[in-house]
């Protein structure tokens, strides 16, 4: 069985995802969720709402792992961009992963995992590439029907960005280092911080880590894609809960289903 699973923290991230699943499909309860298995776009899917947060991710991806024989998990949602160039609309495809708010020192390095020997943990390879060129074919400018969903959200935030007096922005994708923690990074000090002490960061979110520490225990393939929701600035409280309302499950939906739609899904 090859079954893929695919994890948001936030309803809202999710969107309603599970309504595109072939007919016939299940809805099992474990720990307190909702685990919907079946077929979506011609593959064995697990589609689950993992709740926010380090802990959350890391029970939803061990019930994964232990009841639903997955062969791979994509965690899909939003984050605040802290690299320079990482825009609001962006999306963001994880190379590596790291806890930003782990500290064990002096007895560990400072972000280091205790007794895994490492502070960061690599997405696979393969499965990344493949969702990020779902993500790169989504943000085109021509992109193709199966991304129709996602030109209305692309027309609202070009409107935004107007109406801020920003100039415009054509959505691009990135690659490379996420960071997790369990806080809501919402101020200009908080991301320079963390840009201090991981200059090469481009996002941070409240999962991705954890769920990618559950993955190398299980020895499970990963990948952690997005969407920009908000600068993790001082105007984050009001960006994120709008893009979240708004625009979130678009993304969701046009880069799920044009990557398992895609080669690389198949
Ligand atoms: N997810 C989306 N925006 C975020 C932020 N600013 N901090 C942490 N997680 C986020």
Redesign the pocket.
Known sequence: MSRIAIVSAMTEELGRLHEHLDPGALCERHGGRDFWVGRMDGRDVVIVLSRIGKVAAATTATLLASHFDVSALVFTG???GIGPHVQVGDVVVATGLLQHDMDASPIFPRFEVPLYGADRFAADIALSSAVAAAVADALAPDAPHATDGLRPALAALAAARAAAGLPPHQPRLHQGLVLSGDC???SRAQCDQLLAWHPEALA???EGAALAQVCADFGLPFAVVRTI??R?DDQ?HVD?PRFIAETASRYTLAIVSGWLKGPGGR
């Open positions: 939003a984050a605040g809501f990074v919402s941070v979110e409240m929701s908000d993790a984050a994120f």
